[in-house]
């Protein structure tokens, strides 16, 4: 009887050990990966942040430079204070022309909008688009310190769009744009009612659903996968009632009516190349997919801006004419 009491104990404790572990590696993972404190918003916030490694080394200097072009244009701050959960959105809306149409980027993984967005802005500035920059929550200006990953952004993409048509009327056409989780973002919007006048979708590096792109990183990263995502859902779910599951590109590509051009880099290591081509097949609208030889994650435009611009222009043009 001795005996058994002894194993009991030792189990119990090992329960509780195994639990404390489990609690410990889902709150560590959702801080390292969900969870954006206003130090560190603050700290990521500087547009000239040098993106890292080997393949940024000769790119960077072209990026500063559309970055401190942008940093020079005035613009009008504008925010939204009814957002689907109360979080307050900001985003900086640059004039550029009276034909009604807007052009709304969306940023990516702790980016920011101008250094993202940096490229797409010179192409507004240079056809005379209005664009609206937007700080993502929980980056930036706006409020909020937990991304997530699209699955919550998807629906500040609608409360962006439908500020513009309530701003600027109901002739406006709009091009949605993003890069990274930007893209994701917008391409998770795709299924959630966005109005008409949204006339196409321009996604550049977005990866295919939350859970693939966390699982890649973990593995890379060392830890188990398999192990970690489950219980990041359940600190997500405790922490910010977020289902990291109840979206992805892919899935709402499916139920899209919207046309979609999907841009990715084919030497992309941090989203890689294959998400574009599982979004492309699944996606059910028009749709067209642009791979840039040898561009780098986020970096695109800056690889190959001519290749990039001819087909993003002809492509926008076709779905504004409509």
């Not at 391409?187 to 008409?196: C, E, H, I, Q, R």
């Not at 973990?218 to 600190?235: D, V």
Request: glycine share 8%; charged share 20%.
């Amino acid at each position: 009887m001795t005996a058994l009491i002894i194993i009991l104990i030792i189990l119990a404790a090992v329960i509780v050990l195994a639990a404390a572990a489990a609690a410990y590696v889902a709150v560590k993972t959702f801080n390292i990966t969900c969870f954006h404190s206003d130090a560190q918003k603050l700290r990521h916030n500087d547009s000239h942040i040098e993106m890292g490694g080997e393949q940024y080394a000769s790119l960077m200097p072209v990026m500063h430079r559309l970055i401190s072009d942008a940093e020079s244009v005035p613009f009008e701050w504008v925010e939204i204070r009814s957002s689907r959960d109360g979080t307050v959105l900001k985003g900086r809306y640059y004039a550029f022309s009276d034909d009604g149409v807007l052009n709304i980027f969306f940023h990516g993984y702790k980016g920011t909008a101008l250094r993202d967005g940096c490229g797409g802005f010179k192409m507004a500035r240079e056809k005379g688009q209005n664009i609206l920059l937007v700080d993502q929550r929980a980056n930036g200006a706006s409020g909020g310190n937990v991304i997530a990953f699209g699955v919550n952004e998807r629906y500040d993409c609608l409360d962006w769009v439908n500020y513009a048509v309530g701003r600027f009327g109901s002739g406006l056409k709009i091009v949605l744009s993003g890069v990274s989780l930007g893209a994701a973002t917008v391409l998770m919007a795709s299924d959630v009612g966005l109005p008409k006048n949204v006339k196409c979708i321009l996604a550049d590096c977005g990866y295919s659903s939350p859970k693939e792109i966390i699982c890649k990183v973990a593995r890379e990263g060392g830890y188990p996968a398999s192990l970690c995502f489950p219980l990041l859902q359940i600190a997500c779910k405790l922490r910010a009632n977020l289902n990291l599951e109840e979206s992805s590109a892919v899935e709402s590509v499916k139920h899209t009516d919207i046309p979609i051009l999907i841009i990715h880099g084919d030497d992309d290591r941090y989203v890689p190349c294959e998400m574009a081509y599982k979004i492309y097949d699944a996606c059910a609208s028009k749709k067209e997919l642009l791979i840039i030889p040898g561009a780098p994650h986020a970096a695109a435009y800056i690889t190959d801006e001519k290749k990039y611009r001819e087909t993003v222009d002809r492509f926008t043009a076709e779905c504004l004419a409509d």
